[in-house]
């Protein structure tokens, strides 16, 4: 199952379907289940004509979402809000039996080869990495990390000197503009689930005894503590369309991948 809970504008929320449309299979029986959470009459036509086109997508509006905030306050509470959203996507994965969940961001544009590929690695949770200039001006940064909420350093390096954390952060992320599948501490926005895992427990609800902010970051820290390991691979990076602006690089990333089909085939 690919899931997602769709809270982008229309131009971004059209190039997202699109890469979920172009997603190959490789014989797996692929569904969807969307979950609306925009605000838009032209989000909602664009999901009900996706969702035409495939009889194995569904698409839920997001009603309220239900989160426990006794641990964090009113101000996170949009975060977890939508990590109750999230949550309710792997509740829909183990009720339909599937026996994966790709959760995506709706802000991605994803390769076609990407679900197949993740899923040739065997891994229980493995995400696919993607770059993102957080501040305009300044060096794009991955979706994964390494401990704590956004460290690039081993988390036996905390009491290391600002140098070395730095050489090992860069180090790192060196290594994860190879490609390749390495192993991390942290995992974000585009991530599949095996469905051991997700019957293990692994969930987006707040940890009582962790303050780190981000449903992610707790969603990892409970992965690892149930025994899982998690994984980022490199060798399909979805684009990333953090803001309005950044739909002007869909089109050169759509070409490439026809490029690419056609070497293929040729």
């Given at each position: 199952m690919v899931g997602s809970v769709v809270h982008r504008e229309p131009v971004v929320l059209s190039q997202f379907l699109s890469g979920l449309?172009?997603?190959?299979?490789?014989?797996?029986?692929l569904s969807f289940y969307l979950i609306d959470d925009t605000a838009e009459a032209a989000c909602g036509q664009l999901l009900d004509r996706f969702a035409s086109c495939d009889e194995r997508c569904e698409v839920e509006p997001a009603g309220s979402g239900t989160a426990d905030l006794s641990q964090h306050g009113a101000a996170d509470r949009d975060i977890w809000r939508g990590a109750a959203l999230k949550n309710t996507l792997i509740t829909k994965a183990l009720e339909t039996g599937s026996t994966h969940l790709l959760l995506v961001d709706s802000g991605l544009l994803v390769p076609p080869p990407l679900l197949a590929h993740l899923?040739?690695?065997?891994?229980?949770?493995?995400?696919?990495?993607?770059?993102?200039?957080?501040?305009?001006?300044q060096l794009p940064l991955p979706s994964v990390w390494l401990c704590d909420e956004y460290a690039f350093y081993p988390?036996?390096?905390?009491?290391?000197?600002?140098e070395d954390?730095?050489?090992?952060?860069?180090?790192?992320?060196?290594?994860?503009?190879?490609?390749?599948?390495?192993?991390?501490?942290?995992?974000?926005?585009?991530t599949l689930m095996s469905r051991a895992a997700l019957e293990a427990g692994v969930?987006?609800?707040?940890?009582?005894?962790?303050?780190?902010?981000?449903?992610d970051r707790h969603f990892c820290v409970r992965a690892a503590a149930l025994g899982f390991e998690l994984w980022a691979d490199t060798h399909f990076p979805p684009l990333h369309l953090y803001r309005e602006a950044d739909v002007g690089a869909a089109e050169h990333f759509w070409s490439r991948?026809?490029?690419?089909r056609v070497l293929a085939s040729s």
């Open positions: 449309r172009s997603l190959e299979r490789d014989g797996a029986e899923l040739s690695l065997k891994k229980a949770i493995v995400a696919e990495v993607f770059w993102t200039e957080w501040q305009l001006g988390a036996g390096m905390a009491f290391a000197s600002p954390k730095m050489a090992a952060s860069e180090a790192f992320l060196a290594q994860l503009r190879t490609a390749g599948t390495f192993r991390v501490g942290g995992v974000s926005a585009c969930a987006f609800r707040p940890l009582e005894n962790v303050s780190t902010r981000g449903d991948w026809s490029r690419d």
